[in-house]
């Protein structure tokens, strides 16, 4: 069965300094892995993905995140965090075939201290 | 303005009461999705549908029902078999082709009375 674990359910950093939100994968198979953002009682954004094509993926407003094999990660990094970027964000796996059955890890809130 | 709306933002149940949240969408997506989130949880599955007449059931199907009669629609009934329905509930579409790139719409919460 596929599944990811998100390692915090909150991470507290100042601004400008760097944000480091962490994700663990559980698959059969070479998964593809997403990030997508939650601000304050609204949709969710697609922040970044992964599909087997470079393990480094950049994405919107700065961030990016790593896809480990040998270590079965995928977190989420940004060199320098910004007010606006507080906000809830999820490690989603899509289960195989083509249903978009997304599977959500539980999320991490990011709080952003000025 | 192509995107995904739904209403209301706001939902109240009385006991025993079946609600319906609107989702549409304008972006011609066959692809639609219902979660549930509640609070320290990710979003869960409720049902699904990748062509008008036909949807399947996610992950906590139990006291809800849907309907696809148009591309454009998807509304959710929250009926009063299902016993803790006070969540955040969001909709989702995406292309048939692109299903991994789903696009939300702002959520509606329901509250039970």
């Known amino acids: 069965a596929q599944s990811v674990t998100q390692l915090d359910s909150h991470v507290s950093v100042s601004e400008g300094t760097p944000v480091l939100l962490r994700c663990n994968y559980s698959?059969?198979?070479?998964?593809?892995l997403f990030w997508y953002v939650q601000h304050p009682n609204k949709g969710l954004q697609l922040l970044l993905k992964?599909?087997?094509?470079?393990?480094l993926v950049k994405g919107i407003n700065g961030f990016e995140a790593e896809f480990k094999k040998s270590e079965t990660s995928f977190h989420l990094t940004k060199p320098s965090a910004h007010m606006s970027d507080a906000a809830e964000y999820f490690c989603v796996v899509i289960l195989s075939g083509n249903t978009g059955k997304l599977i959500f890890g539980q999320g991490t809130t990011l709080q952003v201290k000025p | 303005d192509g995107g995904i709306t739904q209403s209301p933002k706001y939902l109240f149940r009385k006991e025993g009461q079946n609600v319906t949240l609107s989702c549409e969408q304008n972006?011609?997506?066959?692809?639609m999705y219902w979660y549930r989130q509640d609070p320290g949880q990710g979003l869960r599955l409720i049902y699904y549908s990748q062509i008008v007449n036909d949807f399947q059931k996610g992950d906590i199907a139990e006291g809800y029902s849907v309907s696809r009669e148009k591309k454009e629609s998807f509304p959710l009934t929250v009926t009063s078999a299902q016993k803790n329905p006070t969540a955040f509930y969001l909709c989702?579409?995406?292309?048939?082709?692109?299903?991994?790139?789903?696009?939300f719409g702002p959520g509606t919460r329901l509250l039970v009375l």
């Open positions: 989702a579409s995406a292309t048939l082709t692109g299903v991994e790139t789903q696009y």
């Open positions: 992964y599909t087997s094509a470079a393990t």
């Open positions: 972006l011609n997506h066959d692809a």
């Open positions: 698959s059969s198979y070479s998964p593809s």
